[in-house]
């Protein structure tokens, strides 16, 4: 991974905000789909494939690519975006997200679209998947890196502990799990629905490495990659604390938005929010 | 008679004939899977030695997973492992996988299509002793309406063999069920096996009949043949080892000869062999079609043999449900 400088980090934000625009206008033509979700995870998507990820987005089936395991499947407007944007596909593909013969299906397929690691939506299944895909590098000896993203809401899944349990009896050290720490979940916050802290005590107590960050910082989030990267003895945890609906206001922090599209009032009001906030990142860049 | 062509066990009806479970079968084929292909590897949940990994454990431990007992990883992991060119075998019981993971099977190895063979042992009421819990007897059902998949059911150890060798080198996800205590030994080792193609183990001239039957019930199907016959009523009988695909070209043939026939399985009757007998029949060439199984009921703790007369699947059973499809075919 090259060196974060002040020039790339702004680029790593404006590009996180045309992610952030990308998710409002793909959900609105959907007129269905995950908000929330999705908008807290920009920044670390943009982080993963513009500056993290070992990845060549003409040539998605390259053997030694690093591999992104999303299993929180329904954020996958975040990681359409990411995709689009960093050249996988075109943008105006964005639109065909959810509706009939696209390779856009509303979770992740991984045969529909290239790039894509793995078919995901069911909770608690993604974790396991990464383990499987690491260990066959191990067995391989190639060099590539697993990175999984999980969702907290997923945690309340015996599937997650399972997985949890196998990666550290093995050490699997060429696996690094980022956390949506977001707090929110369909019903209502985690902690009323069903409580998952102390969740970094529970990481160490099954073997791994745990590392809590603001996961809307991307300069935090690159650092805490380094420090996984660095990490050999066991997998690491990044517990990425998000803003559910980052970056458009009456999104934020409002578990409603999880699994709603914006209509067309709400979208121009959040698209307005985002240029501006995208003047400001450009502003403060120069 | 027993089809010539087929190099049969010839001391199939004896009273001493010679018995192994199918599992065993599957354990040999793992450990020569092994040792041809390096991208073979074995996962299991705390049943290594009931399901039979121990020998392709022991031989290559790096390729070897112990899951504990977390059927939904093991499955998961599987299906990372297969959609990065290896070939995962997952190995448990069937009513726990693919009964208790069946939606991580559907999500990350069949829609995923991940090249992963789950490997469902324990399967039926042959399981005996143990009770209904773990005698799976519905696993053909909820795998075989899974888009895409194959499902495999060797009717003994031999071809267990030959099925798990099958299964290892033919891509994508594939069902194969086995059962836990020994069974007689109906093929020899020169009976033809092909993956694709339902074979006639019994043949007669002017068959009123066929039987269609899948696993270790095969060898009852054979005996209820034999005795048929002798009181004068001819029959066929077609071993399933392939029930999805099903070999619709062979149903066709042998029913065209019969115009009924009848289905027989240690597994539930709807959505079994039997089901899917019948949804192939009545799309093409609908006839009488009487089923032998499991009819809507749990099963219980006993002897294999004893439940298998309490529950109606017996030589008796089979020859009864023989009768009543031909007497059906003539009202």
Redesign the interface.
């Known amino acids: 991974m090259e060196l974060l400088t002040e020039e790339k980090l702004v680029v790593l934000e404006e590009n996180a905000d045309k992610i952030r625009s990308l998710i409002i206008e793909m959900l609105l033509e959907a007129g269905s789909g995950h908000s929330a979700g999705p908008l807290g995870m920009a920044d670390i998507f943009s982080a993963f494939y513009f500056h993290i990820l070992n990845h060549d987005p003409k040539n998605p089936d390259w053997a030694d690519r690093d591999r992104l ?1 999303l299993s929180n499947g329904h954020i996958c407007p975040v990681r359409y975006g990411a995709m689009a944007l960093s050249g996988y596909f075109p943008i105006e593909e964005l639109q065909t997200l959810r509706k009939i013969n696209s390779r856009l299906q509303g979770h992740p ?3 529909a679209l290239p790039g894509v ?6 909770l ?3 974790l ?10 191990k ?2 000896g190639r060099k590539y890196h697993v990175y999984a993203v999980t969702s907290d809401g997923e945690h309340e899944e ?2 997650t502990w ?2 949890i ?2 990666a550290g009896k093995l050490k699997i050290n060429n696996l690094t799990v980022v956390i949506d720490r977001n707090n929110i979940q369909i019903d209502g916050n985690t902690e009323d629905i069903m409580p998952l802290e102390p969740l970094s005590k529970k990481y160490e107590a099954f073997n791994w490495h745990v590392i809590e960050i603001d996961g809307n910082n991307i300069r935090m989030f690159i650092d805490s990659i380094n420090e996984a990267l660095a990490i050999t003895e066991k997998p690491t945890v990044i517990i990425a604390n998000t803003i559910p609906g980052k970056g458009v206001s009456f999104m934020e922090k409002d578990f409603h938005w999880h699994g709603t599209a914006p209509d067309k009032e709400q979208a121009k009001k959040a698209l307005e929010e985002l240029r501006t906030l995208r003047g400001k990142i450009e502003h403060e860049g120069q | 008679m027993l089809n010539p062509d087929l190099k049969l066990n010839p001391k199939i009806f004896d009273q001493d004939v010679e018995k192994k479970a199918t599992r065993d079968g599957y354990g040999e084929a793992l450990a020569e899977l092994g040792e041809k292909n390096k991208d073979v590897v074995v996962l299991t949940a705390d049943l290594s030695e009931s399901t039979r990994c121990e020998k392709f454990a022991a031989k290559f431990p790096e390729r070897f997973f112990e899951c504990g007992v977390a059927e939904q990883n093991m499955a998961a992991i599987a299906a990372g492992l297969g959609v990065s060119g290896k070939i995962p075998f997952i190995s448990s019981y069937a009513t726990f996988s693919p009964g208790k993971n069946w939606e991580t099977i559907r999500t990350t190895i069949i829609y995923n299509n991940s090249n992963v063979k789950i490997a469902g042992h324990h399967a039926g009421i042959m399981t005996g002793p143990d009770g209904a819990t773990h005698q799976a007897t519905e696993d053909i059902a909820v795998t075989r309406c899974w888009p895409g998949i194959k499902v495999l059911v060797p009717c003994d150890s031999i071809e267990a063999k030959k099925v798990t060798l099958a299964a290892g080198e033919t891509d994508g996800p594939i069902y194969l069920r086995f059962t836990r205590d020994k069974s007689p030994i109906i093929t020899t080792e020169d009976t033809p096996f092909n993956i694709d193609k339902m074979q006639t183990f019994w043949l007669s001239d002017n068959p009123q009949s066929v039987i269609f039957t899948t696993g270790y019930m095969l060898y009852y199907s054979l005996f209820a043949a034999k005795e048929l016959e002798e009181t004068g009523i001819n029959v066929l009988v077609a071993n399933a080892s392939t029930i999805k695909p099903l070999d619709g070209q062979t149903i066709l043939d042998l029913v065209n000869q019969t115009g009924n026939a009848v289905t027989v399985e240690d597994h539930q009757t709807t959505g079994g062999l039997g089901g899917a007998i019948a949804e192939f029949l009545a799309e093409n060439r609908p006839v009488p079609l009487e089923f032998v199984g499991l009819k809507d009921t749990f099963a219980e703790s006993g002897k294999p043999e004893e439940l298998i007369e309490k529950y109606g699947m017996g030589i008796e059973a089979i020859k009864d449900a023989v009768k009543k499809a031909i007497k059906r075919k003539s009202l």
């Open positions: 395991i397929h991984r045969t690691e793995n078919t995901s939506g069911p608690g299944e993604g396991s998947q990464a383990i499987g895909v690491s260990l066959a590098a067995l391989d015996g599937n399972e997985a349990m196998f």
